[in-house]
Each structure stands twice: as C-alpha cells, then as structure tokens.
C-alpha cells in the first residue's frame, strides 16, 4: 500500500501542529509508522488520501453507528444549513432532541447540551459538587473522561497509551479531590469512601469501559455502586459518551438495569458533529444556571446542524430497535470468527465484547481492570495493527482502545475482517 501522500502530509503537520495532529492517538505513536490522512468515507469503508480503501471499525470512535454518510444524517444537515448555523438562542430542535434524550435513557429526566464529552464529564461534575456541597469524586484507573483537568489522574486511551495518565499542568489541589480506585473493585471503593465521610460528591465511571480497551462491568459491580451511592447520598455519574445509544437504545444503563443518577452523553447524539450532553433527576438538573447556581454555558451548545445530526440518528434509532439486534449479530459474528482463528492457530488471547464494542488483548488473562490490560503484549499490538492496516482494515491504533462496529458491516466485510484477522497473526507471529 501505498502511503506517501499521507506521509508528506505528516511532515507538514508536524511543523504547525503538536506532534502533527489534533488529538494524541491519531499520531499512531503507540503503534509507530505514519498516520493515514483520511479524505472520506462511505458506509463501511474510509479513503485516504493515497486513495487506498479500508474497513474501519473506529467508526470516528463511536458516532458513526449506522456506518459513514448515512443518507439520513445527510439529508438532515444539507437541510439544516440553509438555515443558517449558529443562533446562539433556544430552537425548536434542541426541544426535540431533549424530549427524545428523556425518553430513551432511563436516568435521564432533564439534559443540558453541550459541545463535546470533555464539557459533559467537567459539568456533571461540578454540578454534582454544587448539589452534594462535597468536593471529592472516585474515579476508575484507566477510565476516560475526556481532558478536564479533574479527570487526567489515571486516565486511559491515550493518556494510558502514552505513559501520562497524570498530566503535568494539574494542580495539586483539583489533583487532591479526584480519588482512584481500580475497576471493578467494589471493596476499595467501599474503602475510598469510608476513608472520606461525607466528602464524596460523586462516582463517575463508564458503566462498560472502552478507553483501557473493551472491558466489562462484573457481577455485581454497578449494583453494589448503586447501593453505596444510595447509602452515602453521592451522585452516581455513569459516562455513557461510548456506550450510549450503542449498547442498547437506553445505553449500557437499559442493557445493566442499573440507573445511575447522572448520565454523560456525546459522540452518537451528534451523528458525527460534535456534541455532548449531560443529565440526570429533575432535582440534581434544577441545579444548573438559570433555575439553579450552578453555572454552566455555551455560545453554540444546542447548535442547529448538530442538533440535526443528531436529532436524525437519535429518531433512527429509537424507531429502529432491531438496530441493536443487528449490531450484536455483527459482534457476535466477527468475534466467533475471530475466536475460531484464534484456536486453529492455538493462540488463547482475550477477547473482551459486548454488542458492538470488543478489544483483542495480547494477553492470556482475562482483562478485569488496568493492570490486566496492560499486561498485553503491545509490540506485538502494532505489528498486528499495520498487518491488518495493510490488508485493508482500520482499527483503533492503541491496545488501550475499545472497535466500534456499525451496521454497515456486511456478511462479506465482516468475512473479509475475519480473514485479514488471520493472516495477521498468522504473520506476526511467524
Ligand atoms: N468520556 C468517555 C467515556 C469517552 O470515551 C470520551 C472520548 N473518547 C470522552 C468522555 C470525551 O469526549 P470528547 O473527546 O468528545 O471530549
């Protein structure tokens, strides 16, 4: 394959832009090589600017769950635009989007908008302070939250994938009020909470992770968080930015039968444009400025393109349940495919996935929490990304990453990736 135009392109952006991109992990670090300078995608596939062809299952991390240039997503922007952009005042739109929000997750009575996950997470939880009058949180090592300064203290995806998941530029006192505890460890939360009575504010967590790679809840775990919370009067916070409206119409909370108090929201509420939201009760909700003190803003939250976006793949999604059927038929397959490679070539790596979210953990124990998966062989993780990379496939390019599947994945694609999976690490392994 040929890569030289993304290759020249690199160089340029390295000159005018921090390590040539404009979020860390696209810079393929983790996995070395050149970056692959995307020009566009349809359905299943993305181009780039060589002109090669690939399946993809990053899906532009999460939002593309219906595939690329979806007709309905397009028809609803190009309608949109001729209305012109940005108002900066309530719409119409924002109504809709609210009303379908609310009557989706189970959690959520009331939403605010916002641009981005990073805004969601950061406003959930000063919202959960302004409400508890505590200023503490628990977080989950190699949880993601997005770049909020509170939240980069063992923080996963990239700042897991490049050694940094403490950034410098926190001060030590929002350092202070985050406490860790590692995933999946109901007994050291317990902990964390007795060592601080009365001081935590809330527990954010993403109820299925997908920024150490995929890894899931175990029995249990969100139900003793739920009990706890109720206990101890502290906001359970799920961030839902990956999981909602993926794992299923009501997000990881339907697909668990846990609700959480507060739920964050991004990446499919936008279609692809960038949007996030966060919500939760009415009593927490009627917290946020102008009913409540707690202040919380945005020149072009609500946006009217993005509110059509998204507004045209949340409706899709709740007309269309067997969405989510399809979508754990594509996993299920892909995964079955992959397992089956896996034991022909008597290989026993993890495999952790559910619905349409999985990660293949160059490791043989079973990945629970950080520690385990970061047990995996990550060399070996990026030779195995450029081998598929090189047969036409696009993953994430991190271990520390959850694929994204969306329902552009044919039977012939899916067969194709279950192909490319095998002579992959047929190859490396050689
Ligand atoms: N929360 C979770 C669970 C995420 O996965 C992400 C981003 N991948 C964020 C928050 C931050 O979202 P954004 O990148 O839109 O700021």
Redesign the pocket.
């Known amino acids: 394959m040929d890569h030289t135009i993304s290759q020249q392109l690199f160089a340029k952006a390295q000159q005018v832009i921090p390590g040539g991109v404009n979020s860390p992990v696209r810079a393929f670090r983790a996995v070395g090589g050149t970056p692959v300078f995307i020009k566009s995608a349809k359905g299943a596939y993305v181009y780039d600017e060589d002109g090669n062809r690939y399946l993809e299952l990053i899906n532009s991390?999460g939002p593309m769950i219906l595939g690329h240039a979806h007709e309905l997503i397009e028809k609803a922007v190009s309608d949109a635009i001729r209305q012109s952009f940005s108002f900066g005042a309530p719409t119409r739109k924002e109504v809709e989007m609210a009303e379908l929000i609310v009557s989706m997750v189970p959690s959520v009575e009331k939403v605010r908008m916002v641009n981005?996950?990073?805004e969601a997470?950061m406003s959930a939880i000063r919202l959960a302070r302004g409400y508890t009058g505590r200023d503490k949180f628990i977080k989950f090592e190699g949880n993601?939250?997005?770049h909020g300064d509170s939240f980069l203290i063992a923080a996963g995806?990239g700042a897991a994938t490049f050694g940094t998941p403490d950034s410098p530029g926190v001060t030590r006192g929002v350092a202070n009020d985050t406490l860790t505890a590692p995933y999946n460890d109901l007994a050291a939360v317990q902990k964390l909470v007795e060592a601080n009575p009365g001081q935590i504010a809330a527990i954010i967590l993403?109820p299925v992770v997908?920024?150490m790679g995929c890894v899931l809840p175990v029995e249990g775990f969100l139900q003793g968080l739920r009990a706890l919370c109720d206990k101890e009067g502290i906001v359970l916070i799920f961030?839902e930015?990956?999981t909602g409206f993926r794992l299923a119409r009501g997000g990881a909370q339907e697909r668990f039968g846990v609700t959480p108090d507060m739920t964050?929201l991004?990446k499919i509420i936008g279609g692809g444009m960038p949007v996030?939201a966060y919500g939760g009760r009415r009593d927490i909700m009627d917290y946020v400025s102008p009913v409540g003190p707690v202040y919380q803003a945005g020149t072009l939250s609500g946006n009217p393109i993005a509110m059509s976006a998204g507004l045209a793949m949340l409706k899709y999604l709740n007309e269309t349940p067997e969405v989510y059927r399809q979508l754990d038929v594509i996993g299920s397959k892909l995964i079955n495919g992959f397992k089956a490679s896996l034991s022909k070539l008597g290989l026993s790596y993890t495999i952790n996935q559910v619905g349409s979210m999985y990660t293949l953990f160059f490791t043989e124990q079973a990945v629970t929490d950080f520690p385990s998966a970061k047990t995996s062989n990550l060399p070996l993780f990026g030779r195995y990304f450029h081998a598929m990379l090189e047969r036409g496939v696009y993953l994430g390019p991190s271990q520390f990453e959850s694929m994204f599947l969306s329902t552009a994945l044919e039977a012939p694609h899916i067969d194709k990736i279950i192909k490319a999976n095998e002579e992959s690490l047929k190859e490396i392994l050689a």
């Open positions: 991390w981005s996950g990073t997470t993601y939250h997005g995806s993403e997908g920024n961030d930015v990956m964050t991004g996030g």
